[in-house]
């Protein structure tokens, strides 16, 4: 019969252990989930301003070799990330595929200058750091004007300022509803355990000796809740890229190694504090407290 108790118990031990893991792992993977969304939200607004167009427009008569030594002053400015030299002939073909017909046959004669498309690095592409830019590029001589789509910016820094709030926010209120499940689910299971703690402290053992294995075992089932937690991250990763390849873009896997050491992280600190002060709650219970 005594036997038969400790097995029972020892069950409902390892089920009341099982759930704990995957309740942390199911919050970290939502907490992990947000974390790349943020990273992706991050690379895409790089990747959106650093494709944002100025047409730096040669004047005429200005020679082919000049206007590349130009060309190469701009790619060594802090501001440009890559330029591309677009040539009279080769913006005349561009032009005349969107037209559907040739117009310089028309109109006997080629009326379009050689420019410089330049494409500046992220943290550039706004409209004060443009506005420098234009007006150190516009004292060149060679330079007739500098051409870009300043409304465009402003709505893209805009959408990206309101987008990056939002999604912070989020992150703010998951990450506290992330410690406060983990927590209680930790605490259940501890619960479970308050007249073995009891026990143990009723026969001389240190607070100290009685939290050590709790702490143990939870620092462990943080931990592997962690892991479970990064293999369903990589999976989406996975799956996503497979099904959207130009995700591909935007990956940057040192962020999200970063990501993966923080789930894990998160999953043994929220673990091991919340067993902790579990531990230290039944320990400064009176026995007859147990059975509330």
Known sequence: MEAYEISTSSKKTKSVYI???????????????????LVHAKNLSNYVKENIVLNIIV?????????LALQKDLNEDEYVLRTQYISKELAAKN???????DFVEFLGHNPLLSS???????????????????KKISADKMVKEVVYQESLIDMVNKNIRTIGIVILAFTALLLVIAVALINNTIR?????????????Q?????KGFIRRPFLGYGILHGLLGALIAILLLLLTLHLGQRE?????FLRNWFEFIIIFVVVAALGILISG????????????????ELYR
Do not use: H
């Open 116 to 134: 410089i498309d330049v494409y500046l690095k992220a943290q550039y592409a706004n409209t004060d750091s443009i506005e420098t830019f234009i």
């Open 202 to 206: 009723m026969v001389g053992a240190t």
């Open 188 to 200: 259940l299971a501890i619960y479970s355990q308050r007249f073995l703690i009891k026990s143990m």
């Open 244 to 248: 959207i390849p130009e995700l591909v």
């Open 19 to 37: 759930s704990t893991v995957i309740s942390i792992a199911l919050v970290l993977l939502m907490t992990g989930l947000l974390g790349l969304i």
């Open 95 to 101: 032009l005349s595929q969107e037209l559907g017909e």
């Open 59 to 67: 004047n005429e008569g200005v020679g082919e070799g000049d206007v």
């Open 273 to 288: 504090v919340s067993t902790y002060f579990a531990v230290s709650k039944y320990l400064r219970l009176k026995t007859n």
